[in-house]
């Protein structure tokens, strides 16, 4: 799995890229210092995940996350930085990341960069506990209406928690793949592009 690093601080890429490479089979293709790097270590290494900070001199990670997605819509990027604003939060969800990290989680941070691979929305600890109230619309949605069945909005409900498949899995009981059908079939009921859109729409229209 390659991996590209964007972060003005060297010493902190450094220390990911210790951190990824360790005992893992993710290899850190490259390593950038400014958001306008992204778009060209990302056209040149194609890598699974592209690691984004946010605040960076020249160029934001969430500009270069737009620039990045604009070119290859594709692009799996996870933000991890140490900023929990609530307008960077709300800016990233609505750019389609796959993930929002903070530093001090860095201990899950390789299962966060395998979940969001696979096409998993993750959210660190703190800032899943941040977008009921940073996304709760005011009126409750009419599931029902789209065809949504009860054990669907339970998905949409797992999924909005930033629950990966396997979790979800662990917890309904289900399997992985089951679970995979399901949430592909709310996302075209609901005609959405992927889970985070799917977790956006959740806490835009009431829930909780």
């Known amino acids: 799995m390659k991996v590209v690093i964007?972060?003005?601080?060297?010493?902190?890429?450094m220390?990911?890229?210790?951190?990824?490479?360790?005992?893992?089979?993710?290899?850190?293709?490259?390593?950038?210092?400014?958001?306008?790097?992204?778009?060209?270590?990302?056209?040149?290494?194609?890598?699974?995940?592209?690691?984004?900070?946010i605040r960076m001199q020249y160029m934001t990670g969430l500009e270069a996350a737009r620039n990045v997605l604009a070119a290859y819509p594709d692009a799996k990027i996870l933000f991890l930085t140490t900023f929990s604003d609530d307008e960077y939060i709300i800016e990233a969800l609505e750019i389609?990341?796959?993930?929002?990290?903070?530093?001090?989680?860095?201990?899950?941070?390789?299962?966060?960069?395998r979940a969001a691979a696979s096409?998993?929305?993750v959210f660190g600890g703190k800032i899943v506990d941040k977008l009921p109230g940073l996304l709760g619309g005011t009126a409750a949605y009419d599931y029902a209406a789209q065809g949504i069945t009860q054990k669907e909005y339970e998905m949409i409900q797992l999924v909005a928690q930033g629950l990966s498949n396997k979790?979800?899995?662990?917890?309904?009981?289900?399997?992985?793949?089951?679970?995979?059908?399901?949430?592909?079939?709310?996302?075209?009921?609901?005609?959405?592009?992927?889970?985070?859109?799917?977790?956006?729409?959740?806490?835009?229209?009431?829930?909780?």
């Not at 990341?97 to 966060?112: C, F, N, R, S, T």
């Open 119 to 121: 096409g998993q929305i």
């Open 167 to 208: 979790e979800i899995a662990e917890k309904t009981f289900l399997s992985e793949g089951t679970i995979r059908n399901y949430i592909s079939t709310v996302l075209e009921k609901l005609n959405l592009r992927d889970r985070t859109q799917l977790a956006v729409f959740y806490y835009q229209n009431g829930g909780r």
């Open 96 to 113: 389609g990341v796959k993930g929002y990290l903070l530093k001090q989680d860095y201990e899950g941070l390789v299962p966060a960069i």
């Open 15 to 53: 220390s990911l890229k210790m951190i990824l490479e360790n005992g893992t089979d993710i290899e850190v293709a490259a390593v950038g210092e400014d958001g306008r790097e992204a778009v060209s270590l990302y056209k040149k290494y194609s890598p699974d995940i592209l690691l984004l900070d």
């Open 6 to 13: 964007i972060d003005d601080d060297k010493l902190v890429s």
